[in-house]
């Protein structure tokens, strides 16, 4: 039975994101980034942060699988309502870092940046820079979403721990993500196929998709190979629990050559090996994902972002819902129903830009009723605003990630964070992750080097470290 809307409320936005999300604590490195610097008008209770109306805002959207049309309809409409003379100077990209890192070194900085994609810039970098604002007074403002109470206490459990950098808050994440296997639940009703729960289930339901014509997985070796390095972490701690994203975030001797991991790499390199197709190695993101909506591919990793992403071009003969990595060992330490939840697509303000309280504010309206429930019915996704979901029409794909999470229940896999603390380990980890599944080194070659270079970060007096505990 289909979970009713209160249901999904109550699934997608409270209790069951507060275990994967919890508090990291982190270890300094000097000074504070700054707060906003340029002038501000007074400040008031409808003003909280000093926006200046007349000064111009811009704001640079990452114009991916969300677009950028809610940016514009939404969040920088809700924020000429509240100052309406305000010039807005609206960028859309798909190359944030190509087109932002001129900028920053020179100095000319956007306020408010969406830094997603594969070429999202370096936080770590930014902060070392001094280029991210302390959100601090955003967290602390009054909502406009529920006005009785403050920005931090309207948001899902982990969202504002997830926005901490040495402690202070600099980035907002969104969304609510769920990551696993998509697959078009359509197509396995017709051929009488059951969703797969043990590795011996997958491999045997590879051979039956082998005999229809269709690769049992595959993923984006071009643009996206960083589904499967998520897809290769998530399922190590399947196996051996938790605690090891939690040493791959904190550089942990030997995290990355531990027992879990090499399974993981080595269950999945198998998959590829005997039930793959050589030639996704060469496509993007949507070319694969293209394939998938034409059911040449059963299985495919990404996050919930998938669904709106592929709109224009999902058949009505497909129908995406999702399941999670089959157990791989009968010994994993999580059980099948353990998925990846957590936050995405991230937000911040430039600390050096023309206008840092117009770019709190922004963000602030991005926290508001019209703004969050409106970016929902518009993408599809879910954001970190708890409580505005009632009575919206929620997609096929929403529900089966509600069913997915009520299912796993407390059993959450953790976000694996140094993909932002260690950007240059995340990018050596795609590279790595296309040379192992394509067979040009083995699991045990995977580890080797990817533990390599995180101990060369770790021996690096000039990075700043973080950690966590949870």
Not at 50 to 68: K, Y
Not at 389 to 395: A, C, I, K, P, S
């Amino acid at each position: 039975m289909s979970p009713t809307r209160r249901d999904v409320l109550r699934g997608l936005g409270l209790a069951a994101l507060a275990t994967p999300l919890a508090a990291c604590a982190t270890t300094g490195r000097g000074a504070a980034a700054p707060s906003p610097t340029a002038s501000a008008a007074a400040t008031s209770a409808a003003n909280p942060f000093g926006v200046d109306a007349a000064r111009q805002l811009e704001v640079v959207i990452f114009s991916g699988g969300n677009g950028d049309k809610y940016a514009v309809d939404l969040h920088q409409a809700g924020y000429r309502k509240l100052h309406p003379q305000a010039p807005i100077k609206h960028v859309a990209t798909q190359k944030v870092g190509t087109q932002l890192r001129p900028r920053f070194i020179a100095g000319d900085v956007p306020d408010v940046v969406n830094n997603s994609g594969p070429e999202a810039l370096d936080l770590q970098s930014l902060v070392q820079e001094g280029h991210l604002a302390d959100l601090t007074p955003l967290f602390e403002a009054p909502s406009l979403a529920f006005p009785d109470k403050k920005v931090k206490d309207t948001l899902v459990g982990g969202a504002y721990e997830n926005s901490l950098i040495d402690g202070v808050p600099r980035v907002l994440q969104y969304t609510v993500a769920h990551r696993a296997l998509w697959y078009n639940a359509k197509l396995f009703a017709a051929k009488g196929w059951n969703v797969p729960k043990t590795w011996a289930e997958f491999n045997a339901l590879g051979e039956e998709a082998k005999k229809a014509g269709i690769a049992l997985f595959a993923y984006p070796g071009q643009v996206g190979p960083f589904y499967q390095l998520w897809n290769l972490v998530y399922s190590a701690a399947k196996i051996g629990g938790n605690q090891v994203i939690i040493d791959i975030d904190n550089l942990a001797d030997g995290a990355w050559t531990a027992e879990p991991v090499k399974q993981a790499v080595a269950a999945w390199a198998q998959i590829q090996k005997d039930y793959g197709d050589k030639a996704y190695f060469g496509l993007d993101h949507t070319q694969t994902q293209v394939k998938h909506l034409q059911d040449k591919v059963l299985f495919y990793p990404c996050g919930s972002w998938l669904e709106n992403e592929m709109a224009k071009d999902k058949p009505d003969t497909f129908e995406y819902a999702i399941a999670p990595v089959p157990s791989i060992t009968a010994a994993d330490v999580l059980p099948y129903e353990a998925i990846m939840i957590g936050v995405s697509e991230s937000f911040f303000v430039s600390a050096k830009g023309k206008n840092p309280q117009g770019g709190l504010e922004y963000l602030r309206v991005m926290l508001s009723k019209d703004g969050a429930r409106g970016y929902t019915e518009m993408t599809k996704n879910l954001t970190i605003v708890n409580g505005l979901v009632d009575g919206l029409q929620l997609t096929s794909a929403v529900n089966s990630a509600a069913k997915a999470q009520e299912a796993a229940g407390k059993n959450t896999i953790t976000d694996a964070r140094f993909e932002t603390w260690y950007k240059e380990l995340f990018d050596h980890g795609q590279t790595q992750t296309n040379s192992v599944m394509a067979g040009r080194i083995t699991a045990e070659e995977f580890c080797a080097n990817m533990q390599k270079k995180a101990d060369e970060l770790k021996a690096d007096s000039s990075i700043a470290k973080q950690t966590r505990s949870v």
